[in-house]
């Protein structure tokens, strides 16, 4: 079992910046692919970027692209979410998740943390 706590989120201007973070326990967290995802209010979960076991390798939704950085710290246990030139659109809760590919599908990923709130507003 591998536990996964977001923190981070929060309130922020259109254009501004936020990071978030997500701290692994439990198990071998370098043995896990790391994806971040998003939901808004009446939409589905959609993918956001993910990065390989030794974060040699990235990926992003094409909305988030060159905008958002996503990194990971095995030593330290973590996946971060680095979100520049914030837009209201980004608006939703933040959940990390680990799984086995890197791959977009929120069905690939076996462990979910509980998700941070981010508002894009002014």
């Known amino acids: 079992q591998l536990q996964l706590v977001e923190s981070g989120g929060g309130l922020v201007q259109p254009g501004g910046s936020l990071r978030l973070s997500c701290a692994a326990s439990?198990?071998?967290?370098?043995?896990?692919?790391m994806g971040w995802f998003r939901q808004a209010p009446g939409k589905e979960r959609e993918f956001v970027a993910a990065?390989?076991?030794?974060?040699?390798?990235?990926y992003y939704a094409d909305s988030v692209k060159g905008r958002f950085t996503i990194s990971r710290d095995n030593a330290k246990n973590t996946v971060y979410l680095q979100m520049n030139s914030l837009k209201p659109e980004d608006t939703a809760v933040y959940y990390c998740?680990?799984?086995?590919?890197?791959?977009?599908?929120?069905?690939?990923?076996?462990?979910w943390g509980q998700g941070t709130q981010v508002t894009v507003s002014s």
């Open positions: 990065i390989s076991r030794s974060g040699i390798t990235t």
């Open positions: 998740a680990a799984g086995d590919l890197l791959v977009i599908a929120t069905t690939r990923y076996r462990y």
């Open positions: 439990g198990r071998t967290f370098s043995s896990y692919v």
